[in-house]
């Protein structure tokens, strides 16, 4: 039973547009969620992560935004650069101290040039 | 340079090996994990060090058998694996086990492949 899904397994996008990879959970007991990304023979990169008091974050090009009613997070990059082309994952946390980090499968960004 | 290293980098081994991967985390966090990644899989945690004291086992088979001598050090050791074992083996450190801003840093993995 997966409690954090990627539904999108892949996504394209030009450059300099928008890139939207969206997450969603189920356990209502998830408090901090984080994005990594992950290119190919590296280990996945923090990116960005947003607490559930917040339902918004944001670091430079890219914003995390969380719906708790919905149980969905979203990561939007803008503008989209070549660079940006990798995996990336969500993940969540519940942390009343559990150590688990709970991923999903990943969406692979691809940005066109 | 990442914080989290790991060797070696791309491991083959037969069946009726014994092998360890070795993890090596340089940013003073007091958590350590080895996480597992299969293709078209979401990462599996697989187990958690916390001060050097073993905190999470999530339901790993014992031919997988983890020490964590110090905070800085985190090891897998590896005996009599089976090929459904090739993956992955990404190894993480943390500041605080699942606390708020307290992401994980990951190694860049041991690719394994049991033949």
């Known amino acids: 039973d997966q409690q954090v899904k990627q539904n999108s397994p892949s996504l394209s996008v030009q450059e300099g547009r928008i890139s939207i990879l969206n997450c969603d959970y189920t356990?209502?007991?998830?408090?901090?969620f984080l994005w990594y990304k992950k290119y190919p023979a590296e280990g996945p990169t923090f990116l960005i992560s947003?607490?559930?008091?917040?339902d918004k974050n944001e670091d430079g090009r890219f914003t995390v935004f969380l719906n708790k009613s919905a149980k969905h997070l979203s990561l939007h990059i803008v503008p989209s650069q070549p660079g940006d082309s990798a995996v990336y994952f969500c993940?969540?946390?519940?942390?009343?101290?559990?150590?688990?980090?709970?991923f999903g499968t990943g969406t692979r960004l691809k940005v066109l040039a | 340079e990442t914080g989290v290293t790991q060797t070696p980098r791309h491991l083959v081994m037969g069946m009726t090996n014994k092998k360890s991967l070795k993890c090596e985390q340089h940013?003073?966090?007091?958590?350590m994990y080895w996480y597992k990644q299969s293709a078209k899989k979401p990462l599996e945690l697989m187990f958690v060090?916390?001060?050097?004291?073993?905190?999470e086992n999530n339901s790993v088979p014992s031919r997988f058998s983890p020490e964590c001598p110090n905070s800085s050090h985190l090891f897998l050791h590896l005996h009599t694996l089976q090929p459904e074992d090739s993956a992955l083996y990404l190894c993480?450190?943390?500041?605080?086990?699942?606390?708020?801003?307290?992401?994980?840093?990951f190694g860049n993995g041991t690719r394994l492949t049991v033949t």
């Open positions: 993480a450190s943390s500041q605080d086990g699942g606390a708020d801003n307290s992401p994980l840093h």
């Open positions: 356990n209502s007991m998830f408090d901090y």
């Open positions: 947003i607490s559930s008091i917040k």
């Open positions: 993940a969540a946390s519940d942390t009343s101290g559990t150590y688990k980090y709970i």
């Open positions: 940013l003073g966090h007091n958590a």
């Open positions: 060090y916390s001060l050097e004291e073993r905190v």
